[in-house]
């Protein structure tokens, strides 16, 4: 989560960003974009709440589910940014790829309990 935020507000920083958020010119520029931007970065942290409170069946199938699309995703981002610029968001995808790889790794090895 923090790496998500990170990235959003180190692109602050990037020439004519800011300028792009006043004007309207950037990637979330409709409401059905920016509700459908919302609904993606809430499921990270729904999946903390669902690892407390699931059984452990549900939760091994929504780490690997989330996983592998949090991960694809963010190899995406991190691929489609490349540029001095966007340098800083091409590590943080690289993180966050890692981060998810090792969850669905994790989940894939989950034991059952015997």
């Known amino acids: ?44 942290a729904l999946m903390i709440l669902a690892s407390i409170f699931l059984k452990p069946a549900i939760r091994r199938y929504l780490n690997l589910i989330c996983g592998i699309f949090f991960t694809v995703i963010m190899l995406l981002i991190g691929v489609t940014s490349l540029s001095a610029w966007y340098a800083f968001y091409v590590f943080l995808a690289f993180i966050e790829s890692m981060i998810t790889a090792l969850i669905v790794w994790q989940a894939w090895k989950w034991q059952k309990k015997a």
Not at 4 to 22: H, I, M, N, S, T
Not at 28 to 35: A, E, N, R, S, V
């Open 1 to 44: 989560m923090f790496c998500y935020l990170y990235g959003d507000y180190f692109e602050l920083y990037v020439p004519q960003k800011v300028e792009g958020l006043v004007n309207g010119g950037n990637l979330l520029d409709t409401p059905l974009k920016l509700f459908v931007a919302t609904v993606l970065l809430t499921i990270p």
